[in-house]
């Protein structure tokens, strides 16, 4: 059964990583990995090569290795048609990536960024760097097929709804926009094509020259475009933690996806109703891990800060009076 990563490993699993490096990823011997950060569905971890270079190994939970050749394929076309994706550093097998504990561990190159905390400029270049990834991913037809779907994580939460509604104060009230939300996304008709599905500002990551780079496409599916300028605006305007975004940077982010886009995304209720759902899709990720792990200490739904970014988007929506707030 997959492990649940810590943000401070224990300094066994820590040993254990570095000898599966150094047997695998050409590590050094003498420089123990350093943990970067916990991500929704993955861990991540830097380390050093025998030649000096800087690499980053993810361990991914809640992912089989199967589940994984379709961001390879992905990652593989964009590079070819010279999309700012991340290189991806192959093991001494030459595999994709292989299994840690369990868990499906790939590495790529580290790149060295800058913060882009406040940064109005920044906030903007995002906006044009996912546009121009649209761009690509419209053309790219992949030929492995690909489970995930914009609706992967409602439907983990539908299959655990008795247990969630129960378990958890408001729970119900949850269960009941989850399903609402589902049935009104079902039913729009709009652009698509592949899209990041976590285009946030720790998977966008910009070089001293402020040149950006696209990093983690394990969520990636086939969805709506909207969807993701949405999440984007909502992440790159919102410090972690907090439900409001900054307003200038909310617009400074679809301005510059707008910068080249011949048909411009409008900040409008049907924009809002898709912050509001990539945002419950978080949540409901959050939920359901909750249920097999003891990392999220939840009892109120009110806890998750994503799920407060959901009532405050879905409130701004076009469909607004099909929801039910908690109080």
Known sequence: MPIFLVPFAPQLLMKKLHNFLVENYFADPKNIPSFIQKGVDNDSYSFITTSGEKKVARISRNKKLEELLWEFELMSELRKNNARTVNIFFPANK???LLFNSNPITCF???EHIPTVNNTKLVYEAGVTLYEFHQVSKQIKLNIQNNRTIFTEYKRVLANQDIIAEKYVNGDYFIKNVKKVFDIAEKQKIDCGIIHNDYNTANVLFNKDKIPTIIDFDLSCYGPLIMDVAYGAVC???KNGDYLPDVDMFKQFVEGYNKFAPHKINI???FFFWAAFSCLSIACDLFCDSLVSNTYDIKNV???WMYQRF????DKSVFVSHFVAIS
């Open 95 to 97: 595999k994709n990536c």
């Open 109 to 111: 190159d580290f790149i």
């Open 236 to 238: 790159w305007s919102t």
């Open 268 to 270: 409008d209720g049907l």
């Open 302 to 304: 009110s806890q998750s």
């Open 311 to 314: 009532e405050y988007y879905i």
